[in-house]
């Protein structure tokens, strides 16, 4: 089993992302931003605890 | 019929087409109320007075001529602000997109309304790049709910939830990605329709998440939805998502009744998470069908859940160089969200994408053994504009993403769904979703037709 992931730490993954990203987060802004990514994060928790086959597509269909 | 300013659509084209009510009539009287009552509630951004009067002075010279009517002849409609009006730049509730130029052409619903006769007079409000449950916009002001100045109109079609309920017009067009058609229809106490994921074209309109868009109708009468949504329909090579369908009308058969239908009221997810107002609303609707059984959308919180990531990540893809270039332009409240969708990791995503597909297979399983499932549209009536917080099922909860708990898990899978206004009091509606399996539009709607002739379900216009 591997080990779990560390804690998600929101606010040092929005600084380092923003910065590669080439993203502003003025100083008013950041709190917000945080929240906002603590939240998506704690939605996606609920989605990788989840346990799915490795078969299952994704859902968007692309027809050729 | 009543005044023409605040009629149905189904009232109007009557009219026009029996020779009682011309189209200029029937546009000039939609012009005089917008004009007089519009500011009042904020839902116009664009009225398109003389295109509308050039229109319907064109459709009754050719009623004059002998030339049939189409069933929405004489009809005033009005479009969610992101979809094309040529002529206008699509703001899509946005400082930066005004700045582009005007669209060329108008969208693809725009021309089949008018092809069946209705007559655009203008674009609507709504919040900034549809990123919004609320109906708020620090650009272009927030709209007003009808019933309650004070009050949030929802959002994101907010505009469209107002004219409507204003009896500016008597139908709208919204788009609806995670609820934005079924919120505004809720608090406002509208009918609405978000058809089937990939039924009407959305050629024409600014995307917020393609994975999620769909576009549809807004009324206050369930044939005002049945025949728009029937001239809308249609296979479109201009939108390469929309499925393979055939059109398939549905006014023909709202009155078939609903005996032979298995309606059943949705539990779990959709028994929690709202006050006692929501969870009163349908089983008021679930007591009129009779509706005693409940099922369980399984997962449905996951569901949720999923439909966020998917729907942060997609619209800050959309953005990413409007964010890098100009983010103090953004509404504040979007900006947040799109920054902080901008930096999710992509492991995130697709798993939500490939749980979509496991949801899909489970809700699929759940229509075998029933046709139609009801459930609240929002988990309370219309805040206060500029609330932040309410209080549901004990927690404190952020207004603006919690306004959609109970659409989001319906939409994620594209179901189509009629909502449905319920008045419990004198005090503000609430709306029920009456959700179908896939491509099953006709049955959604068969049921809020029988809700509305038993009187169940309204949509008055709001006295102001």
Known sequence: MPADPPPFDPAAYVDAAAALLGLEVRPEWREGVVANLQATAAAARLMLEFPLPDELDAAPVFRA | ?464
């Open chain 2, 1 to 464: 019929m009543t005044d023409p300013a605040t009629a149905t659509a189904t009232e109007i084209a009557a009219a026009v087409c029996a020779g009682r009510l011309t189209a200029r009539e029937s546009v000039d009287a939609a012009l005089a109320r917008i004009a007089a009552i519009g500011p009042r509630v904020n839902a116009f951004t664009d009225v398109t007075a003389e295109r509308a009067r050039r229109n319907a002075d064109r459709l009754d010279a050719a009623l004059a001529r002998g030339e049939p009517a189409g069933p929405l002849a004489g009809v005033p409609f009005a479009v969610k602000n992101l979809i094309d009006v040529a002529g206008l730049p699509t703001r899509a509730g946005s400082l930066i997109n005004r700045e582009n130029p005007p669209a060329e052409q108008d969208a693809t619903l725009v021309r089949r309304l008018e092809a069946a006769g209705a007559i655009l007079v203008g674009a609507l409000n709504m919040g900034e790049y549809a990123y919004d449950f609320t109906g708020e916009n620090v650009h272009d002001g927030n709209s007003h709910n009808p019933h309650a100045l004070g009050h949030m109109t929802g959002g994101s079609s907010g505009g469209s939830g107002a004219a409507v309920a204003a009896g500016l017009v008597p139908i709208a067009l919204g788009s609806d990605t995670n609820g934005s058609i079924r919120v505004p229809s809720a608090l406002c106490g509208l009918f609405g329709l978000k058809p089937t994921y990939g039924r009407l074209s959305r050629a024409g309109s600014f995307p917020f998440v393609g994975s999620l868009d769909h576009l549809g109708p807004m009324a206050r009468g369930v044939s005002d939805l049945a025949l728009s949504y029937d001239a809308m329909q249609g296979e479109d090579p201009d939108d390469p998502v929309q499925a393979p369908r055939p059109v398939e009308p549905v006014a023909q058969d709202l009155d078939l009744g609903t005996d032979d239908l298995r309606i059943a009221v949705a539990g779990g997810h959709f028994a929690r998470h709202g006050d006692a107002d929501c969870f009163a609303a349908v089983a008021r609707v679930a007591r009129a069908l009779g509706a005693e059984r409940r099922v369980e959308f399984p997962e449905a919180a996951r569901a949720r859940a999923a439909a966020y990531v998917i729907s942060a990540t997609e619209g800050a893809s959309l953005h990413l160089e409007r964010l890098r270039a100009r983010p103090q332009d953004f509404d504040p409240a979007t900006r947040d969200r799109l920054l902080a969708g901008a930096m999710i990791p992509a492991a995130w995503v697709t798993r939500a994408q490939r749980f979509r597909r496991w949801y899909r297979e489970q809700v699929l399983a759940l229509f075998e053994s029933v046709d139609v499932i009801l459930a609240p549209a929002t988990p309370c009536r219309a805040p206060r504009e500029g609330q932040a917080t309410f209080v549901l099922d004990g927690a404190t909860l952020p207004v603006r993403a919690n306004l959609g708990v109970f659409t989001q898990p319906i939409s994620f899978v594209g179901l189509p769904v009629a909502a449905v206004p319920v008045w419990l009091d004198d005090g503000l509606p609430l709306g029920v979703q009456v959700i179908a399996p896939p491509w099953r539009e006709d049955l959604a709607l068969r049921v809020a037709r029988r809700l509305e002739r038993e009187g169940v379900a309204k949509a008055p216009v709001a006295a102001l």
